[in-house]
């Protein structure tokens, strides 16, 4: 039924546009009554994306039988699950996205759909490196990356019209961000003691999501080897408000 719903209601959106689109159009089109709609969906835009929940239940399902051994990498194969999520369906994941740049509403709904992702990540990554200090922050920079690589290169895939196999820019994009956070830091003493232990990992390319679409969906920020994390993070949120 939810899925007879959801499609339903697409038809329906694509047909009539999502303003025009009624409840009741949806139920009407698909022959229930309007309380088995709500049963289902709070709300039109959670007809839009029926399979997301699903979807984040199986990251958190994923995310609770990884190991210890790679957190960096645990994170990005469950990013991998909602790839392969609309690759399932290319057809579909297509025509949502484009349904999305047109209705502001459901734009702004994924990007809340985005959120949840990311906190799903980054709660996993704290309790790996720790709710104190610098490793609650790596936890968050990290998962704002894993999310704004693997958007990236679903977007490809999807301007594309579906086009090719949208695993390629996606596992790119992945590679990148496990060769910049995926190395541990450093845990030995200084071969000066009057030195500061400097993290072995060094900061360089890192991409974060910029919130917007097209050109300006990515803000790349490179810095020196080095680099203090309060620094790193206050630089990029510079660039993030900048656009």
Request: overall charge negative; charged content about 25%; proline content about 5%.
């Amino acid at each position: 039924m939810r899925e007879v719903l959801a499609q339903a209601a697409f038809q329906l959106f694509l047909e009539r546009g999502f303003e025009r689109t009624t409840v009741d159009d949806i139920v009407a089109r698909a022959g229930v009554g309007r309380r088995s709609f709500f049963r289902y969906f709070p709300s039109k835009e959670d007809a839009v994306f029926p399979d997301h929940e699903r979807c984040l239940a199986e990251m958190t399902e994923f995310l609770a039988a990884a190991d210890d051994s790679d957190p960096v990498g645990a994170v990005s194969d469950a990013a991998r699950i909602v790839l392969r999520m609309y690759a399932a369906n290319p057809e579909f994941s297509v025509q949502r996205y484009r349904l999305t740049r047109e209705v502001p509403g459901l734009r702004t709904y994924e990007l809340s759909v985005v959120r949840r992702y990311e906190q799903t990540l980054a709660g996993h990554l704290r309790s790996r490196f720790g709710e104190d200090g610098d490793g609650a922050l790596r936890a968050e920079v990290v998962a704002a990356s894993v999310v704004a690589a693997h958007n990236n290169g679903l977007r490809l895939w999807l301007r594309s019209g579906g086009e090719g196999d949208p695993e390629v820019a996606v596992d790119h994009a992945l590679a990148l961000v496990r060769e910049v956070w995926g190395r541990p830091t450093a845990s030995t003493a200084p071969a000066d003691p009057g030195a500061s232990a400097v993290p072995a990992a060094p900061v360089v390319p890192l991409a974060v999501s910029g919130g917007g679409d097209g050109d300006g969906e990515v803000v790349v920020m490179i810095a020196r080897k080095g680099t203090p994390m309060w620094r790193v993070v206050q630089q990029i949120e510079a660039a993030v408000g900048e656009n």
